[in-house]
Every structure is written in C-alpha cells, then in structure tokens.
C-alpha cells in the first residue's frame, strides 16, 4: 500500500508554477491558491502564502515552551517590582529618560555610562557568531521574536481556520458567511495580540502600573500612544502578513551567516547516504536497494519557510527542526529509525556517505575565535562593572573671568563642581582642593572653608556645587598651574584634574 499523508498535491502545483505546463487531472486546492497568488506578470512576484502544517514532537515541544517563556519575559518584567529608596522608581527594570537613568534589578546606569549597554550589544553579537558556528540559526528557528510572533500568529489562525488543508480550501473558496466570520475573528485576534505587543514595550520606559491608568483616561504621554500604534502596526503586518518574506528578503542575518558556517557546523540536515534513492513505498515492499526517504513531503508541508531540507543548506532554512519532527512521524509508521532528517554536520554525512565513521569538531578555529573574542569582551565588562563607584566628579572651570585679583594680592579662580552621587542614600561628601601651596576654598557669600567643604548630595542625583579657590601671591608659580578636586565619603573617592589661572606673567 503507498503510502499517502497529505491530500493537497503539492507536486503539480509546484509544476505548474514553474512553468512545465498544467497538471493532469483535477486542480488541486493548492493550485487554486498559487493561481489567486500570481500577478500575471509585472515587476516583481506577488507572494505565495505558505501554510505550514501542525506537526508534533520534541522539537515543536520545545518550541513551544521557549515561546511561551520568552513572551511570559516580556510581558511580565516591566510588572515586577523592586524596591528602591526615596521617590526612585519600584520598577525592576525601566529605562527612565525622564530621570536619565537604566534600572535593571539592583543594577544603575547613568548616560555616562553607555559603554556598558555598547558593551552588552558586543557581547551578544559574539554569542549570536558562537552559536552560529556551532549549531547553525538556532536563535533564528526558536528564539527570534520574528519567529516567536509568528509562531503565536500561526496558533491563532489555526484556531479559527484549521490546519494546513482546511486554511486552503478555505482561501480558495467563495466569500461566505463562514470565510467571513472566520477571517474576522482571526484578524480580531491578531490586532489584539499586536497592541498587547506594543502595549508591553512602552511600560519599559515608564513605571506600568502608573502608564496603565493614564493610558486609558487619554493622560499618558503622547510618545507612549506613538509607540503603542506604530508596534501593533509592525507586528500585526510582520508576523501576520510578511511572516518568511522578513526572515529571507528584510533580515541581513541570513546573508552573514554564511560566513559563520563551515561543514562541521550542526545544522538540520537531510542524510542523504540514508534516504537515497528516494521514492514511494508500499506495505511489504522490501527495503534493499533504495533509500529510507518515501518521497511524501512532509518535510517540505511543515516547513514555515515552504523549502525542501532535501535540496540542501538554503539561505531560507531558520532550523526550526519541524521537518525532524514531521519526518522522525512517518518513520515510525513505516517502522524505520528515526533520524532520517536530524541536526546534523554536512561533514559527517559525507564521512557515512563514504562508508566511514563521522566525527563531530565542536573546538575549531573559528569557534576559538569567537569563543575567546567573547571572553575577552566578558571580561572587560565584569571589570568595568567591579570598578564602577557611586561617586563620580567633574569639574568646570570659570571661563570669564578666568581670574580675578584680589586687593590684598591673591588670586582667585571659580569652579564648578559636579558631584553625582550613585548610591540609594543621602551623602555628605568631603570636598578637597590640592596642588596650589597656601590656596583655601570658599562658597560664595560665606568665608573660607578650614578644611574639607561638606556637601549634602541626594541619592541618585547630580548637584552642581559652585566654590571658589584662593591662593595668596606668594604660592603662585606660574599663569597654569596643574591642580586636583577630591570628593569623598566613607571608601568612596572620586578626582578630577583642573588648572589655576593666576595670571602671575602679567602682574599689575
């Protein structure tokens, strides 16, 4: 008995859009489609929807437990909470551009230190090129939010459409009331997973439950309605409409991939030596002499990016591991192993073509490369993060007047000091001035200063601290003489090289 799983006959329609005549015989549902789908001509082909079919096994479980752990992250994080002192935000993690800061749990990063989030960006390139080199589009077939979204997109349309051979039929039937409401409960769904999608992005920039209540009362900033409308947009015309067309024609990953993959590289990967020569079989036909593979497409139906695995490495192919999963199915109903289509090294494939052993190089030289590349930038980033302090100085020198002689002789330079305080307590901070023989602080309006200056800083604020140096003439050795602030309090100690201007080559 030959084996038969799909009723569509994705063979003439294929045929038939290729240009080698019309199929015999009756048209098929999935020609009715590609016919609806083809201009007729004109710059460019109109695109042929792609119906995946729903296929189980361990690596669609897999997809779905990362697709609902990667959107229970995103929609869920902007809602936890963590406590901070004072009026800071109780958001774990906000990205305020109000107050100028990161929050990321205990984590704080001011606009100085941007390098960090550059840093980040590296690092995950690295780990994107690493992985890439090791396991092929891993990130692309199963954490991707293209491929996340769309996943969720494909769920709903199945629910409300059907699976692979009833969406078909139902595209290329007559409008009824059946398409219609069909149609319209799915494109309901869509839009309402969209703008929960950009409804989710914009409490990362402002505290949730606040933006929440003024969202729906017309009072939240009009950044937030912006965003909200322009990613429901993208996401319900990416992931509902473009779908393969973002992966193959917008996204530049596919094309750079290719410099990341060798023959050793782990991709899904069609074995060959085992399901060559490849045709139907029927029920008590012996096995010799012909391949494992019985030619029934179920590869190619369940793939997302309508590709053949058995054609090879394409650009097009996410390694998803769908095709394993609808191939390793009609395996076991002709009671053959699994394996026939499995993540495989077009090394070792060929190494059993040959009738020898294969072997699997995970450490070579360009995953040494990469490996030790994203080390190193690893480990300039935990050191950076070790040498953060909560202290920080900067300081600005009075620009006019750079000077001013006083009647008793000495000279007097203005600075202004801006000390950032990064801790989540209230600092009095010590302020010293060193480098100039004799020289003393003041503040305006108040005498000199014996000793240290103490200014309050608040928790996570900046204040601007104005003082002024003065030097008696006597200790004046020079116009620029090179000189140092030094803020201070408990083990934290933050300096700032400056100059004093005394004028002393042009005396009066």
């Given at each position: 008995?030959?084996?038969?799983?799909?009723?569509?006959?994705r063979?003439?329609?294929?045929?038939?859009?290729?240009g080698?005549?019309p199929?015999?015989?009756?048209?098929?549902v999935a020609?009715?489609?590609?016919?609806?789908?083809?201009?007729?001509?004109g710059?460019?082909?109109?695109?042929?929807p792609?119906?995946?079919?729903?296929?189980?096994?361990?690596?669609?479980?897999?997809?779905?437990?990362?697709?609902?752990l990667?959107?229970?992250i995103?929609?869920?994080t902007?809602?936890?909470?963590?406590?901070?002192p004072?009026?800071?935000?109780d958001?774990a993690?906000l990205?305020?551009?109000?107050g100028?800061?990161?929050?990321?749990f205990w984590i704080?990063?001011?606009p100085?230190e941007?390098?960090?989030?550059?840093?980040?960006?590296v690092?995950?390139?690295?780990?994107?090129?690493?992985?890439n080199?090791?396991f092929?589009?891993l990130?692309?077939?199963?954490?991707c939010?293209q491929?996340?979204?769309t996943?969720?997109?494909?769920?709903?349309e199945?629910?409300?459409?059907?699976?692979?051979?009833?969406r078909?039929?139902?595209?290329?039937?007559p409008?009824?009331?059946?398409?219609?409401?069909r149609?319209?409960a799915k494109?309901?769904f869509w839009?309402?997973?969209?703008f929960?999608?950009?409804?989710?992005w914009?409490?990362?920039?402002?505290?949730?439950?606040t933006?929440?209540r003024?969202?729906?009362?017309?009072?939240a900033?009009?950044?937030?309605?912006?965003?909200?409308?322009?990613?429901?947009?993208t996401?319900?015309?990416l992931?509902?409409?473009?779908?393969?067309?973002?992966?193959?024609?917008?996204c530049?990953w596919?094309?750079?991939?290719g410099?990341?993959l060798?023959?050793n590289?782990l991709?899904?990967?069609?074995?060959?030596?085992?399901?060559?020569p490849?045709?139907?079989?029927k029920k008590?036909?012996?096995w010799?002499?012909?391949?494992?593979c019985?030619d029934?497409n179920?590869?190619?139906v369940?793939?997302?990016?309508?590709?053949?695995i058995r054609?090879?490495?394409q650009?097009?192919c996410i390694?998803?591991?769908?095709c394993?999963?609808?191939?390793?199915e009609?395996m076991?109903?002709?009671?053959?192993?699994?394996?026939?289509?499995?993540?495989d090294s077009?090394?070792?494939?060929a190494?059993r073509?040959?009738?020898?052993k294969p072997t699997?190089?995970?450490v070579?030289?360009?995953?040494?490369?990469?490996?030790g590349?994203?080390a190193v930038?690893a480990?300039?980033?935990?050191w950076?993060?070790t040498q953060?302090?909560?202290?920080d100085?900067h300081?600005l020198?009075d620009?006019n007047?750079?000077?001013?002689r006083l009647?008793?002789g000495s000279?007097?330079?203005?600075?202004?000091?801006?000390?950032?305080?990064r801790s989540?307590?209230?600092?009095?901070?010590?302020v010293?001035?060193?480098g100039?023989?004799g020289?003393?602080l003041k503040t305006?309006?108040?005498?000199?200063?014996?000793?240290p200056?103490?200014a309050?800083?608040?928790?996570?604020?900046?204040r601007?601290?104005r003082v002024?140096v003065?030097?008696?003439?006597?200790s004046?050795q020079?116009?620029n003489m090179?000189?140092r602030?030094?803020v201070s309090?408990?083990?934290?100690?933050?300096?700032?090289?400056?100059?004093?201007?005394?004028?002393?080559?042009n005396?009066?």
């Amino acid at each position: 008995m030959t084996v038969v799983i799909d009723t569509v006959s994705r063979k003439s329609a294929d045929a038939s859009a290729s240009g080698a005549g019309p199929a015999k015989g009756p048209v098929s549902v999935a020609q009715k489609v590609r016919q609806k789908g083809d201009p007729g001509g004109g710059l460019y082909k109109k695109r042929t929807p792609i119906y995946p079919k729903l296929v189980h096994g361990r690596w669609r479980s897999i997809k779905w437990a990362l697709l609902i752990l990667t959107l229970g992250i995103y929609y869920v994080t902007p809602w936890i909470r963590w406590e901070r002192p004072g009026d800071l935000p109780d958001q774990a993690v906000l990205v305020d551009f109000t107050g100028e800061r990161f929050y990321f749990f205990w984590i704080q990063l001011w606009p100085q230190e941007v390098y960090f989030i550059t840093g980040l960006l590296v690092l995950a390139a690295l780990a994107l090129f690493l992985s890439n080199a090791l396991f092929g589009r891993l990130w692309c077939g199963y954490t991707c939010p293209q491929t996340v979204w769309t996943d969720l997109f494909i769920y709903v349309e199945r629910l409300f459409e059907g699976d692979r051979n009833a969406r078909m039929r139902l595209d290329a039937g007559p409008w009824n009331i059946n398409k219609i409401w069909r149609k319209s409960a799915k494109h309901a769904f869509w839009l309402a997973v969209a703008f929960s999608t950009g409804g989710a992005w914009i409490f990362y920039f402002h505290d949730a439950p606040t933006l929440i209540r003024d969202f729906w009362v017309g009072q939240a900033p009009m950044t937030a309605y912006i965003s909200c409308g322009v990613l429901t947009f993208t996401t319900y015309a990416l992931a509902g409409h473009m779908r393969e067309q973002v992966c193959i024609y917008m996204c530049p990953w596919p094309r750079i991939q290719g410099a990341m993959l060798d023959n050793n590289s782990l991709q899904v990967t069609y074995r060959y030596d085992r399901g060559e020569p490849r045709g139907p079989h029927k029920k008590g036909q012996s096995w010799e002499g012909r391949g494992d593979c019985v030619d029934c497409n179920q590869c190619v139906v369940a793939c997302p990016m309508g590709i053949d695995i058995r054609n090879g490495p394409q650009l097009e192919c996410i390694n998803c591991g769908l095709c394993i999963d609808a191939c390793d199915e009609i395996m076991v109903r002709l009671d053959r192993p699994k394996g026939l289509i499995a993540y495989d090294s077009d090394a070792a494939v060929a190494a059993r073509a040959r009738g020898e052993k294969p072997t699997y190089r995970l450490v070579r030289p360009r995953t040494l490369y990469y490996a030790g590349a994203l080390a190193v930038v690893a480990a300039a980033m935990l050191w950076g993060f070790t040498q953060r302090t909560t202290l920080d100085l900067h300081v600005l020198r009075d620009r006019n007047p750079t000077f001013v002689r006083l009647k008793d002789g000495s000279i007097r330079d203005g600075y202004t000091l801006k000390i950032a305080n990064r801790s989540f307590q209230p600092q009095d901070v010590e302020v010293r001035f060193d480098g100039v023989p004799g020289a003393v602080l003041k503040t305006p309006g108040k005498d000199s200063v014996e000793g240290p200056l103490i200014a309050r800083v608040e928790p996570n604020q900046t204040r601007a601290v104005r003082v002024f140096v003065v030097a008696p003439p006597e200790s004046l050795q020079g116009d620029n003489m090179p000189a140092r602030f030094t803020v201070s309090f408990g083990d934290q100690i933050a300096e700032a090289k400056t100059a004093f201007l005394s004028g002393a080559a042009n005396p009066r």
